[in-house]
């Protein structure tokens, strides 16, 4: 047996099954889920993190806080009788491995493995290195990133899978490329059979370590040219420091980036190599409320096995898709009152926004100008927010107290509520509930943006700024 090995620091399955941050995560999950309705053989490899991302928890100023409930994966996953073993810090490390079985539309089933190093044969130190998603220091990055890459290749050997080739899901995987090195394909072998998917417009948001730690992990696994690689595929600092994701456009015949204007902006990451665009995505059938799946399976027969069949939603009855959209947006005003206490009005336009906060997404903009906003919207319109800041930034968790300031000030013209704890199921119900969904980044540094993609799907129009895929559907 053969299939395409796909390699992912996160992945969002399920909303409660807490492996994803944010749309790298989520993009991951619905990647997976459209190859097994498409029927394609591909394998899933991440790491389980036994404490998630974080739990938000936000005071009445909008004070972020994190805890960090240690999930049992048996919830979600069958534990596979598969037991990795990798040498790491002169010792052997362990890793558990679970499986979740993800079946398409056709029953065709796409398997995603998740490495798991609470095994009581490692020390306390290894047992802690899967705990976090993107937790910890560059020594325990680079160790989960070890495991992934190193680790996931192994898997496959007990899998007894033939690995006809590999897609890296951004830099967090490249590890694997290394090994497929050390166990014998050429460089020509990996360049024709690896593809690489960068999503990050900022050169920061790539790993770097310092190459004496590189070389303390992988050992004699990392060629001996890795530095000039890195630096001649255009890194910015010169390949001072090991850049996975340059490290892994060395090695890929195939970069793409997630949209048109996200490859132009990646291209001047890496210069030297062709950039193509490949625009994300959505798996349809997770991202359409039950409400408006009924209103498909009605009106538009196996549009799940046939999104094409979307094309003719035109064709819906208009008083049909009121009652749906006014289903959801009750949904939505229960939520928000149970969640929040804030009542919303069902003659209100409700206005959405809801992603990682990260500060060049501008989640506070539209409160830039509270005097004119009243002048507008008193008594017209609502805003429900959602989103967690990453727990190390500070820039992130000030939109967030900013938001409940705002919010403050005008809340006897503009009732605002802030969802806490963003979710794959809030993310669901906001893009279905809301009249209108909201996005306004600095641009280029968006570089898809799904959301919106889930609330057209939805009946919802978005209001965006042209950066991320809305230029392409302008």
């Given at each position: 047996?053969?299939?395409?090995?796909?390699?992912?620091?996160?992945?969002?399955?399920?909303?409660?099954?807490?492996?994803?941050?944010?749309?790298?995560?989520?993009?991951?999950?619905?990647?997976?889920?459209?190859?097994?309705?498409?029927?394609?053989?591909?394998?899933?490899?991440?790491?389980?993190?036994?404490?998630?991302?974080?739990?938000?928890?936000?005071?009445?100023?909008?004070?972020?806080?994190?805890?960090?409930?240690?999930?049992?994966?048996?919830?979600?996953l069958?534990?596979?009788?598969?037991?990795?073993q990798?040498?790491?810090?002169?010792?052997?490390?362990?890793?558990?491995?679970?499986?979740?079985?993800?079946?398409?539309?056709?029953?065709?089933?796409?398997?995603?493995?998740?490495?798991?190093?609470?095994?009581?044969?490692?020390?306390?130190?290894?047992?802690?290195?899967?705990?976090?998603?993107?937790?910890?220091?560059?020594?325990?990055?680079?160790?989960?990133e070890?495991?992934?890459?190193?680790?996931?290749?192994?898997?496959?050997?007990?899998?007894?899978?033939?690995?006809?080739?590999?897609?890296?899901?951004?830099?967090?995987?490249?590890?694997?490329?290394?090994?497929?090195?050390?166990?014998?394909?050429?460089?020509?072998?990996?360049?024709?059979?690896?593809l690489?998917t960068?999503?990050?417009?900022?050169p920061?948001?790539?790993?770097?370590?310092?190459?004496?730690?590189?070389?303390?992990?992988?050992?004699?696994?990392?060629?001996?040219?890795?530095?000039?690689?890195?630096?001649n595929?255009?890194?910015?600092?010169?390949g001072?420091?090991?850049?996975?994701?340059?490290?892994?456009?060395?090695?890929?015949?195939?970069?793409?980036?997630?949209?048109?204007?996200?490859?132009?902006?990646?291209?001047?990451?890496?210069?030297?190599?062709?950039?193509?665009?490949?625009?994300?995505?959505?798996?349809?059938?997770?991202?359409t409320?039950?409400?408006?799946?009924?209103?498909?399976d009605?009106?538009?027969?196996?549009?799940?096995?046939?999104?094409?069949?979307?094309?003719?939603?035109?064709k819906?009855?208009?008083?049909?898709?009121?009652?749906?959209?006014?289903?959801?947006?009750k949904?939505?005003?229960?939520?928000?009152?149970?969640?929040?206490?804030v009542e919303?009005?069902?003659?209100?336009?409700?206005?959405?926004?809801?992603?990682?906060?990260?500060?060049?997404?501008?989640?506070?903009?539209?409160?830039?100008?509270?005097?004119?906003?009243?002048?507008?919207?008193?008594?017209?319109?609502?805003?429900?927010?959602?989103?967690?800041?990453?727990?190390?930034?500070?820039?992130?968790?000030?939109?967030?107290?900013?938001i409940?300031?705002?919010?403050?000030?005008?809340?006897?013209?503009?009732p605002v509520?802030?969802?806490?704890?963003?979710s794959?199921?809030?993310?669901?119900?906001?893009?279905?509930?809301?009249?209108?969904?909201?996005?306004?980044?600095?641009?280029?540094?968006?570089?898809?943006g799904?959301?919106?993609?889930?609330?057209?799907?939805?009946?919802?129009?978005?209001?965006?700024?042209?950066?991320?895929?809305?230029?392409?559907?302008?």
């Open positions: 047996m053969s299939a395409v090995g796909y390699f992912t620091a996160e992945i969002g399955l399920w909303s409660d099954l807490s492996t994803y941050s944010g749309g790298l995560g989520v993009l991951a999950g619905d990647h997976v889920k459209s190859a097994a309705d498409a029927e394609i053989p591909l394998v899933g490899v991440t790491l389980l993190y036994r404490e998630g991302y974080s739990r938000q928890h936000l005071d009445s100023d909008g004070i972020q806080s994190e805890t960090y409930p240690v999930l049992d994966p048996s919830e979600f069958e534990l596979t009788d598969i037991t990795i990798l040498p790491l810090d002169n010792q052997t490390i362990y890793a558990r491995v679970w499986c979740a079985n993800v079946v398409g539309q056709t029953g065709h089933k796409v398997p995603v493995y998740f490495l798991d190093t609470t095994h009581e044969l490692n020390s306390q130190y290894h047992q802690e290195i899967g705990q976090r998603l993107y937790g910890g220091n560059d020594d325990t990055r680079i160790r989960q070890y495991l992934l890459g190193v680790g996931g290749v192994q898997l496959f050997d007990h899998l007894q899978i033939e690995l006809k080739g590999i897609h890296l899901n951004e830099g967090h995987c490249t590890f694997a490329m290394l090994e497929l090195l050390s166990r014998g394909w050429s460089r020509e072998q990996l360049t024709e059979k690896s690489f960068t999503h990050t417009p900022v920061a948001g790539h790993d770097r370590f310092e190459w004496s730690l590189v070389k303390e992990i992988m050992g004699d696994k990392l060629p001996d040219d890795a530095q000039e690689l890195v630096r595929a255009g890194d910015s600092e010169g001072n420091r090991c850049s996975m994701s340059h490290l892994a456009v060395a090695l890929s015949t195939s970069v793409n980036a997630v949209s048109i204007l996200n490859a132009e902006v990646a291209q001047t990451m890496f210069s030297e190599k062709k950039i193509i665009p490949i625009t994300n995505g959505v798996h349809h059938p997770t991202w409320s039950s409400t408006m799946t009924k209103l498909f009605e009106h538009l027969p196996e549009w799940k096995a046939n999104p094409n069949r979307l094309k003719e939603a035109q819906i009855p208009i008083e049909a898709l009121k009652q749906a959209r006014n289903e959801n947006r949904h939505l005003r229960d939520l928000v009152r149970n969640e929040t206490g919303f009005e069902e003659h209100r336009l409700t206005i959405g926004f809801a992603r990682r906060f990260a500060t060049y997404k501008r989640a506070n903009l539209v409160f830039h100008d509270l005097e004119k906003l009243r002048e507008i919207g008193a008594g017209r319109i609502q805003f429900v927010f959602s989103g967690k800041a990453h727990p190390k930034d500070e820039g992130g968790k000030q939109l967030i107290r900013d409940f300031a705002s919010a403050k000030t005008v809340e006897e013209e503009i509520a802030f969802l806490e704890n963003y794959m199921a809030t993310g669901l119900a906001m893009t279905s509930g809301v009249d209108i969904w909201l996005n306004n980044p600095i641009r280029p540094l968006e570089a898809s799904t959301s919106g993609m889930k609330a057209a799907m939805n009946g919802v129009p978005n209001c965006s700024i042209l950066d991320g895929w809305w230029p392409e559907a302008c």
